[in-house]
């Protein structure tokens, strides 16, 4: 029998873990998900990869290569369970983090309502070491070796095994931090260590040692995650097969070199499926695309333009900034599992806590108590009563139960309940979204609103009549595009180094041989990971500023030698760049300088994505596989609603609401006054029917 070249794509989420395995050889992909394990997901994970192997027909010999979306790291840093955490900064600077950058959130007023959260690392866990360099690199005082010593033998005493290092100006210069891990090597061996020159080469010491400090407190359980899956994979298949976690800022990374920088997984699970719905979005012939990944926990929404999803430095995970590469993407709590619950003061609320997938909602029958978004769903007749085609039935009788009780507590009607409960759901995503349009000067009306997930399509009507969107795409098997996303991506590694100086003063020469350094670091690390030279793929970025400002605005340089042209290229995208996103510039004033502050380098080995294919248009007219009673207004009521099984449409084909779409993993439905359409590439395309 001919070997088969099969590469799998896995996203472990709240509630479901969800499959992709993709034939190298004849372009075939198959999908399917099986319930999480939170309490083990390595469980959930091999139960994924034994059951899209068997509907593929294949083995573990097939395997070449498994690629992994996690939010290990994400959930650990959102709930808050940090463990003990010590940090070693230079002397004199021990109140760093306490001072942060004395900024208040919005929507608090002012300071006086607000409460500073606390510290990822209290205070008599911070230790100041002596010796100092300046913002070139240059040793001012010398390294204190003996009080290094004392400092890595307290630690080791108080029992903190996981450890920070920060030292002021280490962007131009490691060396200091470096002879910090090997006296922490030699005095506390057992000490996990994270030093800022290694995990963010960048100035400003804040973000830096918060980045650090991130990147610490992850890496023991990421480490022990990530390697208790490969050890069982070989376990499995008797043999290594290479194993890849997807990172942040759109690439993957080995899991021999992920343990090495945990913090570049913190977005793992959302950057997925944002490039899975960028490539389906774009193949599709749309450039300006939201995406919305509704889970069983969440949903995530990001900007895609021509194809490719924004990245930002300013991001953070719950309470704790993090200035890594990583997709712009915008969490809020409004999953399947999210529970509705009562005020205080009486009013309904839903999420952010989430029934997740133990107990999960009352409809799943494991002893879930409070009502969540999917037993809203399953009363009024949106989802069928069972998931997975059947393979896990709902009770719809215990959530009906509940939904009446909570109605009768509010002293509406079960249906005016279940639908205020979706009403308030489809806001908190519509807010998300604009979040990522509204507040950064773009028109959502611009775009067209990609909607995945188990529970991502479940309220794009709404969210249509809510923002104004045109149009929405929904993929097939859309609950399974953050996994498709996997197979889509390339490895990628960035590098950044601190250098900041004028425009007019920057020397080609010299910032080429800067660019070169990170290149050549980039490229150390691709060969590591099996790419050869010609493979090797180099973007270089810079983040510039108006000379006075804050905050800088990245763009791209120019491929080839350095030469004052380029750079004078540089300036000039700088300039629209910055009118696009603020609105004005300062192109025709000479008299307002740029600056140059980061120079930036992405490493790049490209892999064989898969080929979307051209759906089927030779069916004859599908005919409904059966019909419910749907409620898609409290109001109206019921109403006998025709449901189809979305593989039977063919391209082409046309469907006007009320009607419901099934498929494997998820459902859509189509309210009153909307039109669904099959396209070229089996996406259903959703308009108003008036338009």
């Not at 472990?12 to 034939?23: E, H, K, P, S, Y």
């Not at 997807?246 to 793992?268: C, F, R």
């Not at 997975?388 to 215990?398: F, H, K, N, Q, R």
Request: overall charge negative; proline content about 6%; charged content about 20%.
């Amino acid at each position: 029998m001919t070997a088969r070249r099969m590469r799998i794509g896995i996203d472990t989420g709240g509630t479901f873990t969800d499959v992709v395995a993709f034939d190298e050889d004849s372009g075939a992909v198959v999908t399917t998900k099986t319930p999480s394990t939170p309490g083990n997901p390595a469980d959930g994970f091999l139960a994924g990869i034994d059951k899209v192997l068997d509907l593929a027909g294949a083995s573990f010999d097939d395997v070449v290569a498994v690629s992994h979306g996690t939010t290990v790291a994400t959930n650990q840093l959102l709930e808050g369970k940090v463990d003990a955490l010590g940090f070693i900064t230079t002397e004199g600077y021990e109140a760093m983090l306490e001072i942060a950058r004395q900024s208040v959130p919005d929507g608090y007023g002012n300071s006086y309502f607000w409460v500073k959260p606390d510290r990822i690392v209290p205070r008599d866990l911070v230790k100041g070491v002596g010796g100092r360099l300046d913002h070139t690199g240059a040793e001012i005082r010398p390294f204190d070796e003996d009080g290094a010593r004392t400092v890595a033998r307290w630690f080791k005493q108080q029992g903190i095994d996981t450890l920070g290092v920060c030292f002021l100006h280490a962007y131009a210069n490691p060396v200091h931090e470096e002879r910090m891990r090997e006296i922490l090597l030699e005095e506390h061996p057992e000490a996990v260590v994270s030093i800022s020159s290694e995990v963010l080469r960048e100035y400003r010491e804040y973000e830096r040692s918060m980045t650090t400090l991130v990147d610490a407190a992850v890496k023991p359980k990421l480490s022990r995650y990530v390697n208790n899956i490969k050890d069982r994979l070989a376990a499995q298949s008797g043999r290594t097969i290479p194993f890849y976690v997807m990172k942040s800022n759109g690439g993957v990374l080995s899991a021999d070199e992920v343990v090495h920088q945990p913090i570049t997984t913190v977005l793992s699970g959302p950057a997925a499926g944002a490039l899975g719905a960028a490539l389906i979005a774009k193949v599709a012939g749309f450039d300006k695309v939201l995406t919305s990944d509704g889970g069983g926990t969440s949903t995530d929404v990001s900007v895609v333009i021509d194809g490719e999803p924004t990245l930002t430095t300013e991001g953070s995970v719950g309470v704790y900034p993090s200035k890594i590469p990583m997709i712009d993407v915008v969490t809020v709590g409004a999953g399947g599992g999210s529970i509705a619950w009562l005020s205080p003061e009486g009013t309904l609320k839903v999420g952010p806590h989430s029934a997740g997938a133990d107990p999960g909602p009352i409809c799943y029958r494991k002893g879930g108590t409070e009502v969540t978004i999917t037993d809203a769903h399953v009363f009024l007749g949106r989802i069928p009563p069972h998931l997975l085609g059947g393979e896990i039935p709902l009770d719809v009788d215990s959530a009906s139960a509940a939904i009446r009780e909570l109605a009768a507590k509010l002293e509406i009607s079960p249906e005016a309940c279940a639908t205020g409960i979706l009403e308030i759901s489809a806001w908190n995503q519509a807010n998300a979204l604009r979040q990522v349009t509204v507040k950064r000067g773009l028109d959502v009306r611009d775009f067209t609103l990609t909607t995945f997930g188990g529970s991502g399509s479940l309220l794009l009507c709404r969210l249509m009549d809510v923002l104004g969107v045109p149009t929405v795409l929904v993929p097939p098997n859309p609950g399974n595009v953050s996994a498709f996303g996997l197979l889509t991506v390339d490895v990628k590694n960035d590098y950044v180094q601190t250098h900041v100086a004028l425009h007019e003063d920057l020397d080609p020469t010299a910032l080429q041989a800067e660019y070169d350094v990170l290149a050549e670091r980039a490229a150390a690390a691709l060969t590591t990971e099996g790419f050869a030279p010609e493979q090797h793929v180099f973007v270089r970025t810079a983040d510039v500023r108006y000379f006075g400002q804050a905050f800088e605005v990245r763009v791209a340089v120019p491929d080839g030698p350095l030469t004052a042209e380029s750079l004078q290229t540089v300036a000039d995208r700088f300039h629209a760049e910055h009118h696009t996103l603020y609105g004005y510039d300062f192109a025709q004033d000479p008299t307002q300088q740029v600056e140059v502050v980061n120079l930036r380098v992405s490493g790049v080995g490209p892999i064989k994505r898969p080929e979307i294919p051209k759906a089927s248009s030779d069916q004859s007219a599908p005919q409904p596989t059966g019909s419910r009673e749907v409620c898609f207004d409290a109001e109206a009521g019921y109403v006998d609603t025709p449901v189809y099984w979305r593989p039977d449409l063919p391209a082409g084909q046309e469907l006007v609401g009320p009607v419901i779409i099934e498929e494997f993993g998820s459902t859509v439905p189509i309210h009153p006054g909307f039109t669904a359409r099959v396209d070229d590439y089996a996406n259903i395309v959703v308009t108003r029917s008036d338009a």
